[in-house]
């Protein structure tokens, strides 16, 4: 899949993490590599922030959408 991701862009090692704040709301997020040759991301935030996953959000569109 292409990057079509812009703006800001970090390069971490296996363990490190950064933080996230928005509106006075605070977010660590740390990144480790599986041994599969993944990459696990860990949100580390208050209980009411929503965090999701670009691919299960197009398959949601794709859901949505009638086939033709």
């Known amino acids: ?3 079509r991701l812009k703006g800001l862009a970090l390069t971490l090692s296996d363990g490190e993490r950064f ?3 928005i509106h006075g709301m605070e977010c660590w997020v740390g990144v480790s590599k599986l041994p599969n040759g993944k990459t696990r991301v860990v949100v580390d935030a208050p209980r009411n922030v929503k965090v999701l996953r670009e691919q ?3 398959l949601q569109e794709a859901n949505r959408c ?3």
Request: proline share 8%.
């Open 66 to 68: 009638p086939q033709l």
């Open 56 to 58: 299960l959000v197009l």
């Open 1 to 3: 899949m292409k990057n």
């Open 19 to 21: 933080l996230v704040a």
